[in-house]
């Protein structure tokens, strides 16, 4: 069964730090991979996918098929970057996704 | 507002009880998707209609039950409530059945005592 794991309930870095929030997925074919982040007080929304390869607000994130890993990375941390973190997996060709418990990150000035 | 809207926001109830959440998805979306977020999960899919017709189906349990209108709005329907239903119920839409992002509505909280 896909699953996504989001190892890390909590993440307090300092702001100008570098920034990891890790996610590992259990499936057998190719998923597609996602990033959703909901801000204070905002609607959750989608943050970046993998198969675009963009920079989104500084963040990246690289699907490593051979570690079924999917991290979300960015080398400069700064406040506005608090929130939550979901990362998500979708089948092929399928309309459901898959969430992440999610991790919280929070930017210490 | 053109984004999706979820009424009410907040809602007490019993157990035993039974509620509607109501949601309307975005103009022009025809998807609408269900989420439960509880305390210590993530979000968990529980359905998605499309067009008027069930899509996929997540861990909905059969106490729940929902549909969509022809006018594209859906309710989620929760009967013989436990606490353990107690949570924060999200709302999404997009325009078809496959597409990648999902926009999501504020959420109702349900809190079941």
């Known amino acids: 069964a896909q699953r996504v794991t989001q190892p890390e309930k909590l993440l307090s870095v300092f702001k100008g730090a570098p920034v990891e929030l890790k996610c590992n997925y259990s499936?057998?074919?190719?998923?597609?991979l996602f990033w959703y982040v909901q801000y204070s007080r905002q609607r959750l929304q989608l943050l970046l996918r993998?198969?675009s390869r963009e920079s989104i607000k500084g963040f990246t994130a690289d699907l490593n098929k051979g570690e079924t890993s999917f991290h979300l990375k960015k080398p400069f941390a700064q406040e506005e970057d608090s929130a939550m973190y979901y990362c998500?997996?979708?089948?092929?060709?399928?309309?459901?996704?898959?969430f992440g418990s999610g991790t919280r990150l929070s930017i210490r000035p | 507002d053109s984004g999706v809207t979820q009424t009410p926001k907040h809602l007490i109830t019993a157990t035993g009880q039974r509620v509607t959440l109501r949601c309307s998805p975005r103009?022009?979306?025809?998807?609408v998707y269900w989420y439960q977020q509880s305390l210590d999960q993530g979000l968990q899919f529980l359905i998605q209609?499309?067009?008027?017709?069930?899509?996929a189906k997540g861990n909905i349990l059969e106490r729940f039950s929902a549909q969509q209108f022809p006018d594209l709005h859906s309710e989620l329907n929760l009967s013989s409530l436990e606490l353990g239903d107690s949570a924060l119920y999200f709302c999404?839409?997009?325009?078809?059945?496959?597409?990648?992002?999902?926009?999501f509505g504020p959420g109702t909280r349900l809190t079941v005592t």
């Open positions: 103009s022009g979306d025809l998807s």
């Open positions: 998500a997996l979708r089948e092929s060709s399928a309309s459901k996704i898959i």
């Open positions: 999404a839409s997009s325009r078809g059945t496959f597409d990648y992002e999902q926009y």
């Open positions: 499936y057998s074919g190719s998923p597609e």
């Open positions: 993998h198969i």
């Open positions: 209609y499309y067009n008027g017709e069930e899509r």
